[in-house]
Structure formats: C-alpha cells, structure tokens
C-alpha cells in the first residue's frame, strides 16, 4: 500500500466522500456503477437499487461527523479510506476502513470494515 492524499483520489471517490458527508443519498449513488457491490455490517448489498437502499436506511440510522484520517492506494483501481466516525451509535467512536475497487471510473465495489 502507498499513502496518497484526499486531493489526489480518483473524482468518484472524492464526490462520494464528500456526499456521504452530507448524507446525500443522490450525490452518493451517482459515483458507483450500476452492478456495484457494498459490504458493511457483515451484509453485502448487490446492484444499485440495493445500494441505494442500504444508503437511505443508514443515513437515518445514527447521527454522526466523519473524518477522514488515513489514505491510501493498494493498486491502480483500488483505494482504502480510514475514517473516524463519532456519534450516538454504540461506543461512540468507530475508526472504520472504506475499501473501493473502481471500475471506468466508478466504484464497482465498497467494502466497509473496522
């Protein structure tokens, strides 16, 4: 793994980031490709409408801020983000790893993990 910066990540990682941020299901959704695949929570969400389920019902789910602390690049299509999540979830603070794999400059896969 290399370490790269925020302002370096391919465009639809940044959008995507950025969006979640803001808990922007719509913003959020428009950088992954139509067959992406998400993991989080043990579950694995296949296809965009499935994806965007799993966008809406997390939004609501818990009331956080989210900072990214740590990038880097594993190879030239995937890309890991640690962020530090803080909020009225259980243990309060999660540092949590944003797994993409890219595909035609969308994200084909994200896996989320501790």
Do not use: K
């Amino acid at each position: 793994m290399s370490p790269v910066t925020l302002d370096t990540l391919p465009p639809a990682i940044t959008r995507y980031l950025a969006a979640h941020r803001l808990h922007d299901t719509a913003a959020e959704l428009a950088n992954f490709t139509q067959d992406a695949t998400v993991t989080d929570d043990g579950a694995t969400h296949d296809g965009i409408d499935a994806v965007e389920r799993w966008m809406n019902r997390t939004a609501g789910e818990y009331s956080y801020t989210i900072e990214p602390t740590a990038v880097h690049e594993t190879s030239d299509r995937e890309y890991t983000v640690t962020q530090r999540l803080e909020g009225d979830f259980p243990g309060g603070v999660v540092d949590l790893h944003f797994r993409f794999t890219l595909r035609d400059g969308l994200i084909e896969r994200l896996v989320i993990e501790a």
